[in-house]
């Protein structure tokens, strides 16, 4: 079964957008407007017959082959990795081009239009709003200001699950400060 390229185009034709077909590479490629990334670029590419998916955006941070914060960097993209769903990031050494990718296999299962679309969308959400400003800063800085809206959403999830419990955790850290068994830091 697996996917082929004119499912994914219809998909892109429900969604209105524009791509081309690359045949030799099997491949569609388009774009989306973003805030934080100049030349937006999405190729939708299949492999092993339709059995293996993928959706990535090339050359997404440019200049970090030779940069003075390179480790910290490609740490922060590990990072993104590690805090987010279905995102991973590729760092080709040879020429220092970095992509972020959604990739899996399909097999004997369908792509449907709905997982078509969360891809996608997570792909492009996750990088424009999330990944960018934060890999920006980076390389302006060398230190990665961590996710904060991460930690936001982690104090909000436990607010909802557990109504006073960060009250109550206020508390026993500002009890065990007057302790002296806390250290402000």
Not at 103 to 118: G, V
Request: aromatic letters at 8%.
């Amino acid at each position: 079964m697996g996917a082929n390229l004119k499912q994914i185009a219809n998909y892109l034709d429900n969604l209105g957008w524009e791509y081309r077909f690359d045949q030799e590479e099997d491949r569609i490629i388009t774009g989306v407007e973003a805030d934080h990334l100049e030349d937006f670029l999405i190729v939708v590419q299949l492999d092993e017959d339709g059995k293996f998916f993928r959706v990535f955006a090339p050359q997404v941070l440019a200049g970090v082959k030779e940069h003075p914060y390179k480790a910290s960097i490609l740490q922060t993209m590990l990072a993104i990795s590690w805090e987010t769903k279905m995102l991973q990031w590729e760092y080709d050494p040879s020429d220092g081009e970095i992509r972020a990718i959604i990739e899996f296999p399909l097999e004997d299962s369908i792509l449907t239009e709905r997982q078509f679309h969360r891809c996608l969308s997570g792909l492009i959400q996750v990088v424009d709003s999330v990944a960018l400003p934060r890999l920006q800063q980076v390389m302006e800085t060398g230190e990665d200001p961590g996710n904060i809206e991460l930690g936001e959403r982690l104090l909000l999830s436990i607010q909802e699950e557990a109504p006073g419990l960060l009250d109550l955790l206020e508390k026993a850290i500002e009890a065990r400060k007057r302790r002296g068994s806390f250290s402000d830091e």
